[in-house]
């Protein structure tokens, strides 16, 4: 049985002409690039050239940047000449020689399609990315949803062991969070991040900390159920062993402590942010349509 071959990757005619220069920047030869457009003569390439250079004039680009040592250029009279001398070219600049081609000739034409492509999947790239951001985003406010309904079931169970008053069921969630973040209780967790003493530590949780910390209510919220806990001792020992269990298991998994895990921006202003986004784009539409 034959072992198959690596599958090289194809590269362009064109990408095949790029060179590096000594600092490690990427350039084409005009020379070069003349040859491969299908120009007779380069002295016939230079008035593309000179196109090419307008071109990135009217879009605001500097020439020196895209078209380098033009420095071999002599006026005699009305006219510019060069000596021969070659440019270096960047990416841009090739883009720029190939739109002012001569389209009649097929490697001009082979070119332009190439740029086409290249602009689309570039296209692609982007939209693939902000589609990426949105899903994460998503996910995070789905998660900040869920554990804001997981922790109202956590508190009827608790209140079934006994913890009814305000202070003792915040002195039992900080079991669970001593048990997750190293012994730090809520306090000692806005203070190491920075947070105001009245924000909601979880708000400012990113996806991978929302889900720990949904893992260690739902998993208290279950113990607690299944053992018929109805002491306020034993259910705040639980919370804390839930929650030490999942630091164990993230430390394992991902080699990263609760506690260092980045806060992100506040999940309600972010939220906010984004509804006045929308609105003010309904806005437009409403009064572009009326």
């Given at each position: 049985?034959?072992?198959?071959?690596?599958?090289?990757?194809?590269?362009?005619?064109?990408?095949?002409?790029?060179?590096?220069?000594?600092?490690?920047?990427?350039?084409?030869?005009?020379?070069?690039?003349?040859?491969?457009?299908?120009?007779?003569?380069?002295?016939?390439?230079?008035?593309?050239?000179?196109?090419?250079?307008?071109?990135?004039?009217?879009?605001?680009?500097?020439?020196?940047?895209?078209?380098?040592?033009?420095?071999?250029?002599?006026?005699?009279?009305?006219?510019?000449?060069?000596?021969?001398?070659?440019?270096?070219?960047?990416?841009?600049?090739?883009?720029?020689?190939?739109?002012?081609?001569?389209?009649?000739?097929?490697?001009?034409?082979?070119?332009?399609?190439?740029?086409?492509?290249?602009?689309?999947?570039?296209?692609?790239?982007?939209?693939?990315?902000?589609?990426?951001?949105?899903?994460?985003?998503?996910?995070?406010?789905?998660?900040?949803?869920?554990?804001?309904?997981?922790?109202?079931?956590?508190?009827?169970?608790?209140?079934?062991?006994?913890?009814?008053?305000?202070?003792?069921?915040?002195?039992?969630?900080?079991?669970?969070?001593?048990?997750?973040?190293?012994?730090?209780?809520?306090?000692?967790?806005?203070?190491?991040?920075?947070?105001?003493?009245?924000?909601?530590?979880?708000?400012?949780?990113?996806?991978?900390?929302?889900?720990?910390?949904?893992?260690?209510?739902t998993q208290t919220t279950e113990k607690l159920n299944n053992d018929n806990v109805?002491?306020?001792?034993?259910?705040?020992?639980?919370?804390?062993?839930?929650?030490?269990?999942?630091?164990?298991?993230?430390?394992?998994?991902?080699?990263?402590?609760?506690?260092?895990?980045?806060?992100?921006?506040?999940?309600?202003?972010?939220?906010?942010?984004?509804?006045?986004?929308?609105?003010?784009?309904?806005?437009?539409?409403?009064?572009?349509?009326?």
């Open positions: 049985m034959k072992a198959n071959k690596p599958q090289r990757k194809s590269i362009s005619i064109f990408e095949k002409l790029r060179k590096t220069d000594k600092t490690g920047h990427e350039y084409w030869s005009a020379k070069d690039l003349a040859r491969l457009l299908g120009y007779s003569s380069y002295s016939s390439f230079i008035e593309v050239l000179d196109k090419a250079k307008a071109s990135c004039i009217n879009t605001g680009q500097e020439t020196a940047v895209h078209f380098k040592d033009f420095s071999a250029i002599r006026s005699v009279g009305n006219d510019l000449q060069r000596n021969g001398g070659d440019v270096k070219l960047s990416r841009y600049g090739c883009y720029l020689i190939i739109q002012n081609s001569d389209p009649a000739l097929k490697p001009v034409a082979l070119g332009q399609a190439y740029f086409a492509i290249q602009a689309r999947l570039q296209e692609l790239s982007q939209q693939q990315k902000s589609k990426n951001f949105r899903i994460v985003k998503e996910r995070r406010y789905f998660l900040r949803k869920e554990l804001a309904k997981k922790n109202l079931q956590l508190a009827g169970v608790a209140r079934k062991a006994g913890i009814v008053k305000p202070a003792d069921y915040a002195f039992f969630q900080n079991h669970g969070y001593r048990g997750l973040y190293g012994g730090l209780d809520v306090k000692a967790i806005r203070e190491i991040r920075g947070l105001d003493p009245d924000e909601n530590i979880l708000d400012r949780m990113d996806n991978i900390e929302l889900a720990a910390n949904l893992f260690r209510v109805d002491d306020l001792v034993e259910a705040n020992s639980i919370h804390f062993a839930v929650g030490l269990k999942t630091r164990k298991a993230i430390e394992e998994t991902i080699g990263i402590l609760p506690e260092d895990f980045p806060f992100a921006d506040n999940i309600k202003l972010t939220k906010s942010k984004e509804k006045k986004m929308k609105t003010r784009k309904s806005s437009k539409i409403k009064l572009f349509y009326n």
